[in-house]
């Protein structure tokens, strides 16, 4: 059972200026949005790899990326179509190919993703820090 009073203050308080200050400063709506499509585009974990094949190959066409990351063309070219949607991929016509790459915003945000999943813990002694 969780216990709900470590999730809230026991008191109500606000600090007004400070609040005010940071809701001020927050996006618009429109641009959350669109970030959050971005973040949910990585959310599969076939996307995210077929992502990460990407960020280390450059441009590659549906047929390379399926065999890279061991998945059907037409389920890659699902995913790689919802990445597309999420603006994190381009695709260009290379006669009768279709090549695809990271966008910029694409690049960074699955590197910020995948950092997570290889940072090493340093020892105590190094004062406990991350490394990536």
């Given at each position: 059972?969780t ?6 203050c026991?008191l109500?308080?606000l600090?007004?200026p ?8 927050l996006?618009e ?5 669109a970030a959050?499509a ?10 995210l ?27 890659t ?6 990445l ?6 381009s695709?260009?016509?290379d006669?009768r ?8 915003r ?15 813990v340093?020892?105590?002694?190094d004062?406990g820090?991350?490394?990536?």
């Amino acid at each position: 059972m969780t216990d709900r009073r470590q999730d809230s203050c026991d008191l109500l308080c606000l600090d007004l200026p400070h609040a005010e200050e940071i809701r001020t400063g927050l996006p618009e709506v429109g641009a959350v949005e669109a970030a959050a499509a971005a973040a949910r585009a990585l959310g599969d974990p076939t996307r995210l790899r077929i992502a990460a094949a990407l960020l280390s190959g450059g441009e590659l066409c549906v047929c390379d990326a399926s065999w890279v990351v061991g998945a059907a063309q037409n389920l890659t070219s699902h995913h790689l179509r919802q990445l597309k949607i999420g603006g994190l991929v381009s695709s260009r016509r290379d006669g009768r190919l279709v090549m695809y790459a990271l966008t910029g915003r694409g690049r960074a945000l699955v590197t910020a993703v995948l950092e997570v999943q290889t940072e090493q813990v340093v020892p105590a002694g190094d004062g406990g820090a991350l490394k990536g």
